[in-house]
């Protein structure tokens, strides 16, 4: 193979960060290919942790001895850096356990006491799970309305429809930044000016885009928006959420405990100001430090060049399945109109059946329904295979991947698999 | 040759094939099964007479061993009583999650889906023809 990538970092000094990189599977070199399920973690990110645990573990927000200080300024520091990767001030970042939790968040603390019967909430069919069942569930205990924005055959949201969905009039359109199965980029910018026109608010579940390009939330211009560690080198059980500062302090809050309230009487309570009154209890210190050493990672190689480079490598893999009579691709064919992930089915072969004969080459896919079922549901499947790329993958690994996929047509083939 | 253990040549051979796949309008037993990990479906049909299975089809999507498993399923029951059938149901059931059982003929195609239970992740995807089967049994 003669393609090349232009990138520009070292992608072998990248990979060096990275010990799990070095396992071998089946006897095999590990080649991950799951990223858009969880990325894994490199050293620096490792190394947070144990610090942490080693030299300054205590409470954070309590406590006068230099241990308390060390952790709620270590904390505290993290949350500092994770805000300004998007562009938010850090009071306006509240810590969560995910981006479901963070969604859960604004869907009963702004929800419950925004929502009534009637409400239109407009979601698209290619959320998440996460970004369909928080707002099932309230609205069922407010009596809002649902109304799912489909996307076209070429995997992009139907604009057409959300404008016809808005003339409804909607309180919140809650739509993914990134499609974790078709890959799409949705024009958030243009989603939230056109939400905003007719005073909705508009949340953002930027899971998958954080972690693979620049966001900027000023930019955007959205009331909320949610993103997960663990998929952008942080270690999991820790997320965040943005939320626009006049709507955190108007919110009541999510779950009360310690470290929520300012004064606390037999009747009633008052709340600590934001971000701290949406976390009740000891917060996930440890991984919040290490998110901050995450972001640190990212910002040292630059989020640009890691897009560029994934683009690279999701330009090489659709090139290659393009080319097989036998495989059917998902999502838009323009390596620039989506991030670093290809879904794809063999015409014949069931995707477990794929993710499992790559297992035996080393090779991690993801094979499922991706918790996107209205998404298969249109595409009229029950599953897809699915590669997703970070940025120390390489081009060698993506052609080993296409390389596997005859292992699948010497199992299945000669029943029709080719 | 890669899994042979999991993809063993019955197995593949069941899923291209398989044998009694279709819906079956007159039957009079009927349950849908559904892994929701997976997104893998399946409904079993069974028409009954008495306490005689007379027919068995299945309708479904879902890997080659879920396929495989159920229509290995629909094959063994056809002519089988409830009781019979319940008493394999429980013996594949076993196999499938390494509890003592009955072993199976190596010349039995049930003998096949053997492997699976090396395969923690797939033992799911085996198990769905016969947990759906023990749904209907139970009623």
């Not at chain 1, 604004?106 to 929502?115: D, F, R």
């Not at chain 1, 909705?200 to 899971?207: E, F, M, P, S, Y």
Request: glycine share 6%; proline share 4%; with cysteine.
């Amino acid at each position: 193979m003669t393609v090349e990538t232009q990138t520009s970092y070292d992608v072998q000094t990248i990979r060096a960060d990275f010990p799990i990189l070095q396992r071998r599977v089946g006897g095999n070199r590990l080649i991950y290919l799951d990223n858009a399920a969880t990325s894994q973690k490199p050293r620096q990110v490792i190394d947070a942790l144990v610090h942490y645990y080693e030299n300054t573990n205590a409470n954070v927000h309590r406590g006068l001895h230099t241990l308390a200080e060390e952790a709620t300024e270590a904390y505290e520091s993290a949350r500092m850096k994770v805000a300004h990767f998007i562009g938010a001030e850090p009071e306006s970042v509240v810590f969560t356990r995910n981006t479901t939790e963070a969604i859960n968040l604004v869907a009963y603390a702004w929800g419950l006491a925004n929502l009534k019967a009637g409400d239109v909430i407009v979601l698209s069919e290619m959320e998440h799970h996460s970004n369909i069942v928080p707002w099932q569930l309230v609205a069922r205990i407010t009596g809002a309305k649902l109304r799912y924005v489909p996307f076209t055959p070429e995997g992009e949201l139907d604009m057409d429809a959300l404008e016809r969905a808005l003339q409804q009039e909607p309180k919140l359109v809650a739509i993914t930044h990134v499609s974790n199965v078709l890959g799409t980029i949705n024009p958030v910018e243009e989603i939230t000016r056109k939400a905003h026109a007719v005073g909705a608010k508009v949340l953002i579940d930027g899971a998958q885009a954080v972690p693979h390009k620049p966001v900027d939330v000023a930019r955007i211009d959205c009331d909320f928006y949610a993103f997960s560690g663990h998929k952008m080198l942080a270690p999991t059980g820790i997320g965040a959420l943005y939320a626009r500062r006049e709507l955190l302090e108007e919110m009541p809050p999510f779950m009360g405990g310690g470290s929520m309230i300012r004064r606390v009487t037999h009747e009633y309570s008052t709340w600590a100001d934001i971000p701290t009154k949406f976390e009740a209890g000891t917060p996930n210190i440890a991984d919040g430090i290490a998110f901050g050493a995450a972001v640190d990672y990212l910002q040292r190689i630059g989020i640009e060049s890691v897009q560029q480079h994934e683009q690279q490598l999701t330009a090489e893999a659709l090139r290659l399945l393009e080319a097989e009579e036998d495989i059917v691709i998902y999502g838009p064919r323009d390596p620039k109109r989506r991030c670093g992930l290809v879904s794809f089915n063999f015409k014949h072969v069931h995707p477990h059946d794929v993710a499992q004969v790559l297992n035996q080459r080393g090779i991690a896919i993801r094979a499922g329904h991706h918790c996107c079922q209205l998404i298969m549901r249109r595409l009229d499947v029950t599953a897809t295979a699915r590669v997703s790329f970070y940025l120390y993958n390489t081009i060698e690994e993506v052609h080993a991947f296409w390389k596997a996929l005859d292992d699948v047509r010497k199992v299945f083939g000669k029943y029709g698999g080719r | 040759m890669v899994d042979d253990e999991l993809y063993r040549e019955i197995i593949l051979e069941h899923y291209h094939h398989p044998r009694y796949k279709g819906a079956l309008p007159d039957a009079n037993l009927t349950a849908e099964g559904m892994n929701p990990l997976c997104g893998d479906e399946l409904t079993l049909y069974l028409k009954t007479d008495g306490d005689r299975i007379v027919e068995a089809r299945f309708e479904g999507r879902g890997c080659s061993i879920s396929q495989a498993s159920a229509s290995m399923l629909t094959e063994a029951v056809q002519g089988l009583t409830l009781e019979q059938a319940k008493a394999l149901q429980e013996r594949v059931k076993a196999m499938l999650t390494g509890a003592p059982h009955e072993p199976f003929d190596e010349d039995d195609d049930l003998s096949a889906l053997e492997g699976v239970k090396n395969y923690p992740v797939r033992i799911k995807c085996a198990l769905l023809a016969w947990t759906t089967l023990e749904e209907i049994l139970k009623r």
